[in-house]
């Protein structure tokens, strides 16, 4: 195991020391984004574009990260994002993140496609209850994973909508990434592939198979009836979509384009946070990811409007340098940075956090 | 001949593959700009600076690429450009190109300066009936070269109008580009090249001798009435030039820079399809090209007002790489990367394609 | 030592040099910036982006740099910044410095945290006779430690409020920056360390220890009542705060982001200058550090409202390099391409430079 | 000799061969800028950013690129800039580069500082009839050279008002420049250098010593109206500054900052042209040089509205490749390049060069 002495003592360590340890896969499939990752970098300059003004005098003593959200305590305003097939980076896989996470008190939303089963991460790790599905291809399957995971223990859930197709992988493609033995989607095990009648002439794979098993808003709605459970909508980014799952019953929305992985040239994250706010309003919980690798960029996002924030691929950096206790490393890294901001900008809390005390010029 | 296997798998490695099997010779005449590149720059750094909204959940069952353009049907929404001398890349030159788009279900818009006779293309691709002129240095050299066209099968012509002079081709000359005593522009073989005087003191090769054998807009306006199928005008980047157009019966305007291998510092063709669009109306049959190098780029070139695009250097490139097979491939993975676009962003057909979709920031 | 014609010729020279000669501990602690080190850069761009536009034809025979600030006349209208620990450099430290300065008539804001004894800067060189302040973690230490200041000789105060916790300095981190055992902060020895309780689960070193020791608002007001001199606010950014401080008797405001080694993603300090004088008005003095690298850059930050400037790196770099005959010749060059930059934009005095003869897009 | 075809055939090939044969003393000195070279970038930059819209099917047919100024006919719309020591290049010096722009009709503005004498440059270039003075410290001596001048055959007198210090000459003083032995400014040898007293403590070289033999606006009005001959002013850079040089008498003014020698930080001339002309209007005889690499920067700047353009380092690099030769060569590849764009924007003079036909974002 790892000696504390041996690991990164800063964020940035992480993400190049990662970068160098993973397969070139690996490195496709986990910190790549899609096309020419024109979105991957947007996401994260959107951030480095953004400045905090300093509040220097203001009393900060007592003050805390903690933030109440669907009901929910946290202890930061961050949580793990799902990512998938976490044993292609540690033998314990979800595990042992989701055990990292829960040593800093800290969420992990499990993924769908996680490489460990759902039950068994659930009972890892007791702070570990946010679940995402992707659709199944049907209303009957979406609803059955989604009460198997609440009879696991999962109590809300988060839908993702972003990432129907592949999106142009090329990075994956170039790398000749493929999941080996070992690793699978273990929760999806259960359900058989889609069968689809073989094309015609002049079909089109996109929209004569894959389109006829993707949901639409009614299914969305129909799922948001029918699950005893909140369900947040993650992969949004247009605001209208934004207020159309606040009037379907979604608990919430993610502002998210998957990292940049599905795709290019999707608009940065941050960018279009600002305007789902505007649209649904501060009251609304509107949550993020994208781009986010200092614990200023999680200020920066509160401050803009963002409830809470998701954090992909430094976890995964994190995961893959250290494990377990890497993971917890890298989040305690990041909730430093954040405290470290919220002094210097007089923060006491969470809601102390306002637009005012951000420039944004994108 | 090449395995599928052997292929790239991706676009950006048909263009960087490419660009390592062109001679020096070549490259610069097929992949170079002139003067200084900004233009050829401007193109491709204008989509960059476009971002898609994708819009999940919307239906997209059964949605295809097709559309309807000056009474045709086209698979696509885009159709290889003409240019000329693809001998230079393969022995098959563009009887292979037509061919591979053919395969495809799209149209190739053959270049007068072919190095293959136009019939002979026309007879071996049936889609292949777009044909493009240059002005022949008269009226009636430049009908002779259009009823030639249209004898052959061609049933819509293009007069490219920006190109009266070979403009500052610093690259070229840098290369010693000169054709090779077999590629000839065939077609124009029975047409003598044009005798001047010789220029006194004090005259000017451009102000002379070039500017005397030009057409003017009352050519074209005649040339117009004197033709018996759909003319289009290439390379219009002005609004008032494409108003003009219009008003002289050009059945539609391509926007276009000449791929920025004319006048180096000419603007990005989508800044001024912008402009143009804003001019002549959403009706009327607006297309582009340049700059055009991922299936997201034909999306946004649509969604802000394109009726279609004209693909040049990515074919030349599948062609270099590959031949046939090579350019077929090219337009596949345009056609994929188009869907995949569709599909995330909502659209089921073309025409649901609209500018609300994209930001543009230039 | 140093023979005059050993040392470099421009300022560039200077700070290329220094960085070479540093360890890459005294790098990373003089020369690098907190966090990515995104202020620091934003501090030296927003400078480049500035331009002055130059004036010929105007009289300026028998101009000078003089200014007159807080009732004392300065040859310059710059000073040496406060920067701790300079033994680390030279074997003179602080002393050197503050010589150095002196033979070009330019007084030194002596840091708080010198690693020579305040008195001993003071009797070494006569026109050294401000000093920095550090909160010490109470209103009677903070008092004290004035007191002790003003006893050596020192008339007017600088309590610089933008540093409560270091920041992210990762730089200083990764090269394993500590202080060697020679060299200390002296003033503060006769003061204890702050011992605080130990923290219980789930409290926060930052909210819970740190916080608690901070000044705040009333804490400042009470200091400025009660000591016997000038008291300047250094760290101030945002304009309400440079209205509070006037607002509570401080003589003055430095805007300064203590040269981007807090906050990384603090806004540059020209930025928020302009807004300062937006909102505290011409009269009352502000000024400003971080970013100055050339005589033009002060002549940007007077014509921008500044009515002086600190120096903090370039000195860095001639202490160094040369020692006190370093310190000297950086602050001369930097006088002398002052006085060209006022030659040439027509100003005979300080007070001529005004913000129309610059223009600044950020 | 040079034969033709060992002459660089692009002129990119000239600028970096020249910049390759070149000592580096006199790349200092010829290419470098003052300072970090902010300015001279800018001013390349600022064109860059330009765009010409190409105004197809308009009637060229006899055009020229002739142009009548201060009441002379001129064959091109550009001059050779008045630059220093060109015996420092070639060994003929300024007379190399006045017969090379003369056998293009080109006029050459000959350096107060020429390297040869200015009676000798003139009766070897018949259309060499520009001459530029620098204030020579008093009213009696500028009006003596003036005279000198105008007695050699000169007819038009331009006043350098933008160079009264060298600038921050970095890049000079770490190559140590100096003037070898045999180059010397011929012109000057009669006048004596200006004696100046002994600076006393606390006086500045600066404002002491220079400033007392500037000119000023008097200075400048008193000479308009005894010199015989038509008088600009070169280095005028503020609006207010060229309305004064109207008010004198000044037969025009060139928009300059000394291609970014002597003030680093000053604004680029094609951004301040643009000031100029909204401020005196477009009659009046506006001038410009800096940062033309390109036939098209001529065109941009003659949009604009410059009435004519100066051409200094592109001559520099061709006397330096090549001599006379070399000279020529460069300036036929300018006027080429200018007559191409005329061409492709359908302008047949320099008179249909409009403002509406290019874009420029700065």
């Known amino acids: 195991m790892f000696e504390p002495d041996q690991l990164p003592h800063i964020l940035p360590e992480y993400y190049t020391r990662a970068r160098d340890m993973m397969s070139l896969q690996n490195r496709a499939y986990f910190l790549a984004g899609a096309g020419d990752e024109a979105t991957l970098l947007a996401n994260e300059t959107a951030f480095s574009c953004a400045r905090i003004i300093p509040r220097p005098l203001r009393e900060t003593g ?35 993140t989701a055990r990292g996470a829960q040593a800093q008190s800290i969420k992990t939303v499990v993924s769908a496609q996680s490489s460990v089963d759902l039950a068994q991460i659930r009972s890892a790790a007791a702070s570990c209850d946010w679940f995402q599905l992707y659709w199944m291809g049907s209303r009957e399957r979406t609803l059955e994973l989604a009460e198997i995971a609440l009879a696991a223990g999962y109590t809300v859930l988060v839908l993702t909508i972003d990432a129907p197709v592949q999106g142009v992988r090329d990075r994956e493609i170039e790398a000749g990434f493929q999941l080996p033995p070992d690793v699978r989607a273990v929760n999806l095990s259960a359900f058989p592939a889609t069968r689809f009648t073989p094309l015609i002439e002049g079909q089109s794979f996109v929209f004569d198979h894959i389109a006829h098993v993707l949901p639409n808003w009614r299914d969305v709605d129909w799922l948001m009836q029918s699950v005893a459970a909140p369900v947040l909508l993650k992969g949004i980014l247009h605001p209208d979509d934004a207020a159309r799952a606040a009037s379907v019953g979604a ?63 430094p976890v995964v950096c994190g995961l893959c340098v250290a494990g377990e206790l890497g993971v917890s490393h890298v989040l305690r890294l990041l909730r430093d940075e954040l405290e470290i901001a919220m002094l210097l900008s007089g923060c006491a809390s969470i809601n102390d956090i306002h637009a005012d005390m951000v420039h944004l010029k994108l």
Do not use: C, W
């Open 62 to 96: 007592g003050g805390s990260t903690q933030i109440s959200l669907l009901g929910q305590s946290h202890a930061t305003p961050f949580m793990v994002a799902p990512f998938a097939y976490h044993r292609l980076l540690d033998p314990l896989g979800e595990t042992a």
């Open 251 to 313: 608990a919430g929305v993610i502002v998210s384009n998957h990292g940049g992985r599905v795709l290019d040239r999707a608009p940065a994250t941050l960018e279009m946070l600002l305007e789902v706010i505007k649209r649904v309003g501060s009251e609304y919980p509107v949550l993020m990811d994208g781009g986010i690798r200092r614990g200023v960029d999680i200020f920066i996002a509160l401050a803009l409007g963002a409830k809470a924030v998701l954090i992909g691929r």
